[in-house]
C-alpha cells in the first residue's frame, strides 16, 4: 500500500456543478444533495424543505452557520474523512472548503470555529470559505405543519435523552415557551415523539436530519464527534430567527440542558484523554462557539443550566416530577442504542444514568440489554467491561484524587476561581453518585 495523504480536502458547496472533481486527497460533497453520486458525497437533502416551514423570515448569518453552509460541511467532513487514513491513526488533518452566501462576514471567526473543531473532533482543522453559498428558502405558506414561533422567547437542544427531557419540563414549568430543537435521525426521532407526547402538550420543535450519504467506494467515520456543532447551529438558527422577527434584536437563550459530570468529562483512565473522551458540552467548547456567534452578530447565548448538578440532582429537583416518572425509562442515554435499539447499560452515559435514578431513590424501569443487567458478570465479559472497570478505579481514587486537577485535563476551565470549585464540585459529587450505585451493585468501588 503506497503512503496515505497527510490531509483530505472536503470541497461542500450546494451546487454539484460547481463542485471540483474528486481525486485520492479530495471529497466533493454536494450540499442539500438528496443522494450522492458515485465519487461524491451528499448531505442535508431534507434540510431545506424543513427550515421552510419555519413561518417567519430566517437570520442570513444564521443560515450560514447552520450550512445551511457551515455546519452541515462539518458533519459531513467528519463522516467522509476516513480516521483510518490519519498518520495516528485517529487525528484527521481536514482541508474543509464551504460555499457561503456570505463568506466575507464569516472570516474574522475563522480561527475561532477551527479552534473549536479541534477542541472538540480532535483533528486538525484548516477552513476555507468561498462564494456560491445558498440564499435563504423564503417561507412556505402552504403547508399544514408551519413551525411558529410568535410566542417563543427561547430555544432549548432536545435529543430524547433524560437531561434533554428535564430542560424542557423545567423549561415549561416556568412558563417559559421554548422552541426545542432535535436532530431526527432514524430512531431517535420516533423516541423523541414518544416522550413529548408522554410529556403532554403542544411544544413548538425544528428536528432536522443531516443525512450524510455514504460514498460506496469509501470508508466512513460513524462516530460524529462534531455532532453537537451542528446541533448548536440548528439552535442558533431558531434563536436568531425569534430574535430579528420577534425581539427587537435582543440576544436569545440557546438551552443545552447538560448534567456537569457529562459537561465536564474528566478522563476515568489516562486512554480517555483522547479517542474515548468527548466534549461536547464541555465548557471550554461552549465559550468557543459563543465567541463564534459574537464575532459575526449573531444575537445567541448558549446556557447550560445544569452546569453544576449531578444527574441525580437534576431528577430529584426537576419541576414536574409526575411527568418524568411517566416517561423516564423511555429516554436514552446510551450512545450505542442507535445501533440496536436498546441501551447497553455498562458503557460511562448508562453507568451514569442508572447511577442517578439510583441516588433519587427512583425505581430503574429502562430497557437494558439482559447480559448488562447484572454488572458483577459484566466484569467477566473481557472488553466489554472496559468502561465498567475504568469507572470503578476513577471511583476509588476519588479520596485521594486533586479534582481540580483532574478536571484540568479535559481543557481549559473559567478563570474564575468560583467556577472552577463549583465545576470540580459537581464533578466529586456526580462521581460520590456512581461509587454508591456501584456498590449497591456489590462492585469494589
Known amino acids: 500500500m503506497g503512503e496515505l495523504p497527510a490531509m483530505i480536502e472536503i470541497d461542500v458547496r450546494p451546487e454539484a456543478a460547481d463542485l471540483p472533481p474528486p481525486n485520492d486527497r479530495r471529497i466533493p460533497v454536494q450540499l442539500y444533495g438528496a443522494s450522492a453520486a458515485k465519487d461524491m458525497g451528499a448531505i442535508g437533502g431534507s434540510v431545506i424543505d424543513r427550515v421552510s416551514r419555519i413561518a417567519a423570515p430566517l437570520d442570513h448569518a444564521a443560515f450560514d452557520f447552520l450550512s445551511l453552509s457551515l455546519s452541515l460541511a462539518v458533519a459531513a467532513a467528519d463522516t467522509f474523512a476516513d480516521r483510518s487514513e490519519a498518520a495516528d491513526g485517529w487525528a484527521r488533518e481536514i482541508n474543509l472548503v464551504v460555499a457561503l452566501a456570505d463568506p466575507e462576514r464569516w472570516r474574522p471567526a475563522q480561527s475561532l470555529l477551527e479552534k473549536a473543531l479541534r477542541f472538540l473532533s480532535g483533528d486538525q482543522w484548516s477552513l476555507r470559505f468561498v462564494e456560491g453559498g445558498r440564499p435563504l428558502p423564503a417561507p412556505r405558506t402552504r403547508v399544514s405543519n408551519k413551525l411558529v414561533l410568535a410566542d417563543c422567547r427561547s430555544a432549548c437542544l432536545f435529543w430524547g435523552g433524560l437531561d434533554s427531557a428535564i430542560g424542557m419540563l423545567d423549561l415549561r414549568a416556568e412558563g417559559e415557551r421554548s422552541v426545542l430543537i432535535s436532530h431526527a435521525y432514524t430512531h431517535d426521532a420516533g423516541r423523541q415523539a414518544e416522550i413529548l407526547n408522554r410529556a403532554g402538550g403542544a411544544t413548538p420543535r425544528l428536528a432536522l436530519h443531516a443525512n450524510p450519504t455514504k460514498r460506496l467506494d469509501h470508508n466512513n467515520d460513524v462516530r460524529m464527534r462534531?455532532?453537537?456543532?451542528?446541533?448548536?447551529?440548528?439552535?442558533?438558527?431558531?434563536?436568531a430567527t425569534l430574535s430579528k422577527n420577534y425581539l427587537q434584536g435582543k440576544a436569545v437563550p440557546l438551552y443545552v440542558p447538560e448534567n456537569g459530570l457529562i459537561a465536564i468529562n474528566s478522563p476515568l483512565t489516562n486512554r480517555r484523554i483522547g479517542a474515548l473522551s468527548t466534549r461536547t458540552t464541555h465548557p471550554h467548547y461552549m465559550l468557543l462557539i459563543q465567541q463564534v456567534f459574537d464575532a459575526v452578530g449573531l444575537p445567541v447565548r448558549l446556557h447550560n443550566p445544569y452546569a453544576t448538578l449531578t444527574k441525580g440532582e437534576m431528577i430529584a429537583e426537576c419541576a414536574d416530577q409526575g411527568a418524568l416518572r411517566s416517561f423516564v425509562s423511555r429516554t436514552v442515554s446510551c450512545g450505542k442504542w442507535k445501533r440496536s435499539g436498546i441501551?447497553?447499560?455498562?458503557?460511562?452515559?448508562?453507568?451514569?444514568?442508572?447511577?442517578?435514578?439510583?441516588?433519587?431513590?427512583?425505581?430503574?424501569?429502562?430497557?437494558?440489554?439482559?447480559?448488562?443487567?447484572?454488572?458483577?458478570?459484566?466484569?467477566?465479559?473481557?472488553?466489554?467491561?472496559?468502561?465498567?472497570?475504568?469507572?470503578?478505579?476513577?471511583?476509588?481514587?476519588?479520596?485521594?484524587?486533586?479534582?481540580?486537577?483532574?478536571?484540568?485535563?479535559?481543557g481549559p476551565l473559567p478563570k474564575d476561581a468560583a467556577e472552577q470549585k463549583a465545576l470540580a464540585d459537581v464533578v466529586s459529587r456526580g462521581m460520590a453518585e456512581v461509587a454508591q450505585y456501584l456498590r449497591s451493585e456489590q462492585l469494589p468501588a
Not at 396 to 406: A, F, I, K, L, T
Open 343 to 410: 441501551q447497553c447499560g455498562r458503557c460511562v452515559p448508562c453507568l451514569i444514568r442508572r447511577a442517578s435514578l439510583y441516588h433519587a431513590g427512583w425505581e430503574d424501569q429502562t430497557e437494558y440489554k439482559a447480559s448488562s443487567k447484572n454488572l458483577r458478570e459484566v466484569l467477566k465479559a473481557g472488553n466489554d467491561s472496559d468502561d465498567l472497570m475504568a469507572m470503578i478505579l476513577a471511583a476509588r481514587r476519588m479520596d485521594s484524587r486533586d479534582v481540580s486537577s483532574w478536571i484540568a485535563k479535559t
Open 226 to 239: 462534531t455532532r453537537s456543532f451542528n446541533f448548536f447551529a440548528m439552535g442558533a438558527l431558531v434563536a
